[in-house]
Antibody, heavy 118, light 107 residues
Framework: QVQLVQSGSEVKKPGSSVKVSCKVSGGTFSTYVLSWVRQAPGEGLEWMGG????????NYAQKFQGRVTITADTSTSTAYMELSSLRSEDTAVYFC???????????WGQGTRVTVSS | EVVLTQSPATLSVSPGERATLSCKAS??????LAWYQQKPGQAPRLLIF???TRATGIPARFSGSGSGTEFTLTISSLQSEDFAVYHCQQYNTWPWTFGQGTKVEVK
């Protein structure tokens, strides 16, 4: 049974960066496609980007290009999402999710709340 | 990017009744549409993909239909555990996009 466990809540200042981790247990980490999806308070879901660890290939939504970096460490089966130049609008819960079929997310992490406040 | 519009925003239904949720795409996404259920404080849960294929372990009371630009999620007889927010998502065209969600609440 594949499980995704994310790091804990973060409080950040505007202009700083945050790095959220997503540890995968069960299955073959390097062959998965892992995506990051965020949800601002009271809002819908928003796909940010994804990574295929075995190829170290990433794909980002244009909205986040230049501000988000998704990486993976195959030795620890952990994916990371780093978002820089934080602003208040980045306050959200950030989820990692596994691609079941290209773009279909069948396993999700529990979410990491990121609060951006001065 | 493909914009998904879900309606209604809120649906009030009594337990045991049928619920019908709509998702319309700004351009054709073929059958590359998924539905997720989300309860407060939880991650989304995959219900349907390929517009009509139930994910593993999803009860038969959940069904999806449609193709192109118009899609429907039907819950045939609402159980207490089905009151939640439902999101549609397209995976036909980058970037993957989601609708704003439909909240199904107790009438």
């Amino acid at each position: 049974q594949v499980q995704l466990v994310q790091s804990g809540s973060e409080v950040k200042k505007p202009g700083s960066s945050v790095k959220v981790s997503c540890k995968v247990s069960g299955g073959t980490f390097s062959t998965y496609v892992l995506s990051w999806v965020r949800q601002a308070p009271g809002e819908g879901l928003e796909w940010m980007g994804g990574i295929i660890p075995v190829f170290d290939k990433t794909n980002y939504a244009q909205k986040f290009q230049g501000r988000v970096t998704i990486t993976a460490d195959t030795s620890t089966s952990t994916a990371y999402m780093e978002l820089s130049s934080l602003r208040s609008e980045d306050t959200a819960v950030y989820f990692c999710a596994r691609d079941h079929v290209s773009g279909v997310f069948d396993v999700w992490g529990q979410g990491t709340r990121v609060t951006v406040s001065s | 990017e493909v914009v998904l519009t879900q309606s209604p925003a809120t649906l009030s239904v009594s337990p045991g009744e049928r619920a019908t949720l709509s998702c319309k795409a700004s351009q054709s996404v073929s059958s590359d549409l998924a539905w997720y259920q989300q309860k407060p404080g939880q991650a989304p849960r995959l219900l349907i993909f390929g517009a009509s294929t139930r994910a593993t372990g999803i009860p038969a009371r959940f069904s999806g239909s449609g193709s192109g630009t118009e899609f429907t999620l039907t819950i045939s007889s609402l159980q207490s555990e089905d009151f939640a927010v439902y999101h549609c998502q397209q995976y036909n065209t980058w970037p993957w996009t989601f609708g704003q969600g439909t909240k199904v609440e107790v009438k």
